[in-house]
């Protein structure tokens, strides 16, 4: 199956570094406005992962920032070269966003989220993947990323 033990990613600057020990749950690319605005880019890339399962070498910063729901999330930034690492969302006590685009070898994205959003000229080729806001877990993610979840 899928063994992406041990995935390495790091900052800009190189001050910052970390491991993710076990597999990741699912990634997804989000292109709602608030991913382009802090991502000062079309979209972005999210890795879902077990807070345990993560491992930081290097100083981090850390400020809340809102979501659509209203519920807000932690964001975590080197502090030499500022680039946005990770984040934990309110809404999922556990697990941790990485921003998948620093990761030495990128990951796919299983799903793209807020499509109603997307930049005109991004033509996705997988359009089952697609959703124009959010999709179903339950229906989407992989079997053993569900079990994992329901047990921890
Ligand atoms: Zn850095
Ligand atoms: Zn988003």
Redesign the pocket.
Known sequence: MNDNKNLKGSCACGKVEYTITDNPLFTQA???????K?TGSS??I?TMIFEDDLVVNGEVSSTELP??SGRGYRAFFCVGCGVYLYCKYKVAQGRIAVRSATLDKPLSPQAH??VK?KDPWIEIQNQAICFNTMYDREKLWPKESLKRLNQK
Not at 30 to 36: L, R
Request: net charge positive.
């Open positions: 989000c292109h709602c406005k608030n991913c382009k802090s979209f972005v999210h979501t659509g989220i807020y959003d």
